[in-house]
């Protein structure tokens, strides 16, 4: 493929444009909520050791593969297995994976835009019971009473378990899940609207392809890592974020002999930089014929899992200080998945001064991260 074939399909204003696309789409909420439990739960500091060589043997040589693989057939995903006729339909299966995943995404990005709504009351609607999605099992977290009744839960049958006010509000409120199957409920109309409006934010930001995704990803690319720098700082400052960090990074180099470790930072290398679902080759096919693709396919990958690791700073600072006010041992709060985005980690920050402001700008980074996945993919 020639030089002037690029040209033709159009390329990337500069090489900036296309490593930070990259580092947009590998950089997501699962960095933020999924990574620092990952490395809590397998063995803290010693984690790392089997995340690290996955990176290396597995991660850097597959992102290298597709960026090369893209850059030189400056095509898409859909035709660039031309290159061998039996997988011409790997490019049409990726599509359709990639439709389906990212229709399931946008509804995820759509939680943190009815939160961010939310956030702007005089009093957070997840800091007590006195709501009206709350019911008889909602306790807040606090005095010795609640310390104990909530320390005793895992007693309780699932019909009688305890909740918080925070896992109240999203499962009632915001998600408003049904009783079961057999009662399938109503379209949770602010939920779709949020939804709608996270398509319009992606469809404005892809509308002129690859022009207009390089200029937007020069924001919703940069301006997370700020905020995560200003929750950093404000974490670290808390009484109790070091036990929260201590409890992060303790390596447990006995848990490196189990086979789960090892598997675990093996999904979480490839769940992060995501390859084979097609967007690095897309990304890379805008690129210059002769771009230097190794410096891309070393830095892009280490920057991100960097990003994981920090932002582990960032959430246990937080849950070490949530903690500290309750009384809970950490690993009694410490989760991962949507429960730490959407449950966890807002009510640590509603124990916070000015609970509001972070509240805002901690929602305001998972749609920014969301919605540059969703436009670099």
């Known amino acids: 493929m020639s030089p002037g074939t690029v040209k033709a399909r159009g ?21 933020v909520w999924r990574f620092p439990y990952l490395c809590y739960r397998n063995g803290g500091g010693a984690f790392l050791v089997p995340y690290l060589l996955m990176l290396v043997l597995c991660g850097i040589p597959l992102f290298f593969l597709e960026v090369s693989l893209g850059q030189f057939a400056g095509t898409g995903c859909i035709t660039v297995f031309k290159i061998a006729p039996l997988l011409k339909g790997a490019g049409m299966a990726i599509v359709v994976i990639n439709f389906i995943c990212t229709s399931y995404y946008n509804v995820i990005i759509s939680y943190p835009i009815l939160f961010l709504w939310k956030s702007f009351q005089a009093q ?20 010795p009473e609640q310390l104990h009744m909530m320390m005793n839960n895992s ?5 009688e378990r305890l909740r918080t006010p925070a896992d109240e509000f ?7 899940i049904s ?5 399938p409920g109503g379209i949770v109309w602010p939920l779709f609207v949020c939804n709608l409006l996270a398509w319009i934010v992606i469809y404005c930001c892809i509308i002129n392809g690859v ?3 390089g200029k937007v990803v020069y924001f919703t690319a940069t301006f997370p890592f700020v905020i995560l720098a200003v929750l950093f700082v404000r974490g670290i400052t808390l009484p109790g974020a070091a036990e ?11 848990l490196l002999t189990d086979l789960r470790v090892w598997a675990d930072a093996a999904v979480q290398i490839f769940f ?7 967007g690095i080759i897309n990304m890379a096919s805008y690129n210059q014929f002769k771009n230097n693709a190794k410096f891309d396919a070393l830095l892009i990958p280490v920057v991100n899992c960097g990003t994981s690791i920090f932002a582990g700073f960032v959430v246990f600072s937080v849950l070490g200080y949530m903690s500290h006010q309750t009384g809970l041992p950490v690993s009694a709060v410490a989760t991962g998945g949507p429960g730490l985005a959407f449950v966890t980690y807002p009510e640590a920050v509603g124990m916070l001064p000015f609970p509001q402001l972070w509240a805002s700008l901690f929602f305001v980074m998972l749609f920014l991260l969301g919605v540059d996945s969703m436009v670099s993919s």
């Open 11 to 31: 390329s990337w204003a500069s090489k900036t444009e296309f490593i930070l696309s990259c580092m947009g789409y590998a950089i997501g909420i699962g960095n």
């Open 124 to 143: 957070l609607p997840w800091e007590n019971c006195q709501n009206p999605w709350n019911t008889p099992r909602c306790v807040e977290l606090g005095g």
């Open 155 to 159: 007693l309780l049958s699932v019909s």
């Open 170 to 176: 999203f499962h009632n409120e915001i998600l408003q």
């Open 179 to 183: 009783d079961g199957i057999g009662s």
């Open 211 to 213: 022009e207009s995704v």
């Open 244 to 254: 929260g960090i201590r409890f992060y990074i303790m390596p447990q180099w006995s």
């Open 272 to 278: 992060s930089l995501g390859p084979g679902w097609g």
